[in-house]
């Protein structure tokens, strides 16, 4: 006698359904709001949550594969690359993460090796993207568009926008048990409370500056195509260095004699010439062009004038980060400019070291560049930037340093801090030739108030429309 208690499609269908189910049931646990899913929404994505109480929160995409799933199956492949281009090419401004759960993977240590960082394998990757690109399964504005994405794009999104998540239902169900009776992502009363209106006026302090005093000078000229490699030159060239490399023209603003060697050997270096870099500017077609010229040229000399404190610029999920290295976790806590950069947490299973950083960003207002700074959390195993913390346990640390608690002073100190560090608005600052000066926004215009009562906030649009100055984002 065989009794087949797996059942046939009907019943893995069902199996498919309480598995998502049990998905759901985790990350509730893990304090997220289920926002909706395939059926109800009639999108690809089988599951979004969210943090509702954190504004600006990620949200989290979520693909259930009730099956043994393997890396290579076209099919997998197909939808993996439909949320590439939902990625890159998205214009809602909430970003998401990509979590992929399978009952089983087949050759699970293949997949540790294209998505999980520290045992990425470089061939893995590039079979994984190669077979991604090659996919007959793709119709041709999807085949256009992967083929169209350079291999490091997609190797960003691989590595910090997705995760891998092998999980049978029974340790699912365990896992949100835990979690629940752990009450680790417990609300607090802050974010369910109803607080009196505010009736008395503040000034509002900008965590921005005016950029008012560009450089000087852009330098451009041609690129020497047979000795230009894409790849080699992103994967050598440090961040900080203020180059770009457009339409086989490489665009500086370093002189030609401050040039890297791997940027001479692929430059005609005869064919450099200066541009007045405001008048450049001038044309909303190089606006990009100019912010990551000038992102990169601010880092460079966060980097040159605290060389002594062991500073990091890194880009992280595609933003650009400043911080300072911790010396080690012997030590409690490091200082610059008299206040707190970093901090040793020694106690516990994993010791961890707590980075007070700086997420920079060039925005636009009406004909004027502004440098924000958003001063945010991230965390280390040993105080180092190879070591910074991903993950689940980076979004566990987040929610028990949450910024979301900070009041206005606190957070403004913050920016200060930052201010003095990054030589902002200091006046014997000299900002002639390829420097930057800043200029102190004294005057800001809001179109919203505050509510002026829970009924009113709550129907307030809180969504892209509703911007906030000195927001944290996690």
């Not at 646990?29 to 979004?48: C, E, M, Q």
């Not at 954190?54 to 995409?61: C, F, M, P």
């Not at 200060?416 to 902002?424: P, Q, S, V």
């Amino acid at each position: 006698m065989f009794q087949n208690h797996q059942g046939g499609r009907e019943k893995n269908a069902e199996h498919g359904e309480n598995y998502k189910q049990q998905i759901r049931e985790y990350w509730e646990a893990r304090g997220y709001d289920y926002i909706g899913d395939s059926r109800d929404d009639n999108t690809t994505v089988d599951l979004v949550f969210r943090r509702t109480y954190e504004h600006g929160s990620t949200d989290i995409w979520v693909e259930a594969k009730y099956t043994k799933l393997g890396r290579t199956n076209n099919d997998f492949l197909r939808e993996f690359a439909t949320y590439l281009i939902e990625f890159e090419e998205r214009s809602d401004p909430v970003p998401f993460e990509l979590h992929i759960f399978a009952r089983e993977l087949a050759a699970p240590n293949k997949w540790r090796g294209v998505f999980e960082l520290p045992y990425q394998k470089e061939d893995l990757v590039k079979d994984f993207i190669d077979r991604l690109r090659q996919n007959d399964a793709l119709t041709a504005p999807q085949k256009h568009k992967i083929t169209g994405y350079e291999f490091d794009t997609i190797h960003e999104f691989i590595s910090e926008q997705v995760t891998i998540h092998p999980a049978t239902y029974e340790v699912l169900q365990m896992e949100a048990d835990r979690l629940d009776q752990s009450n680790r992502y417990g609300f607090d009363e802050r974010y369910t409370s109803e607080r009196e209106p505010i009736n008395e006026s503040e000034p509002l302090e900008p965590n921005f500056a005016e950029i008012d005093d560009l450089p000087e000078n852009l330098f451009v000229g041609d690129v020497n195509v047979p000795n230009y490699n894409a790849k080699a030159v992103r994967l050598q060239l440090p961040l900080h260095e203020p180059f770009y490399f457009d339409s086989n023209k490489v665009y500086s603003l370093r002189p030609p004699d401050e040039f890297p060697e791997l940027i001479e050997q692929v430059t005609k270096m005869d064919t450099i010439s200066p541009k007045s870099f405001e008048q450049w500017l001038g044309s909303q077609d190089n606006r990009d062009i100019a912010r990551v010229l000038l992102l990169r040229e601010i880092s460079r000399e966060f980097l040159d004038t605290n060389a002594l404190q062991d500073p990091i610029a890194l880009r992280y999920r595609g933003r650009y980060i400043l911080m300072f290295e911790h010396p080690n976790r012997k030590v409690e806590k490091k200082e610059v400019e008299n206040q707190l950069v970093t901090r040793a947490y020694r106690n516990g299973e994993k010791p961890f070291v707590r980075h007070r950083a700086a997420q920079i960003r060039i925005l636009s207002f009406q004909d004027s560049l502004c440098l924000a700074i958003l001063v945010k959390n991230h965390f280390t195993s040993n105080g180092k930037k190879h070591t910074l913390i991903r993950g689940d346990q980076k979004s566990r640390l987040h929610h028990r340093f949450s910024q979301n608690s900070y009041n206005n002073s606190q957070a403004y100190s913050e920016y200060r801090h930052w201010r003095r560090i990054l030589n902002i608005h200091n006046r014997k600052k000299d900002t002639s030739g390829q420097s930057i000066g800043f200029r102190k926004i004294t005057e800001i215009s809001v179109s919203k108030r505050s509510p002026g009562d829970k009924q009113e906030l709550t129907s307030r649009d809180t969504d892209s429309q509703q911007k906030q100055l000195g927001e944290f984002d996690d």
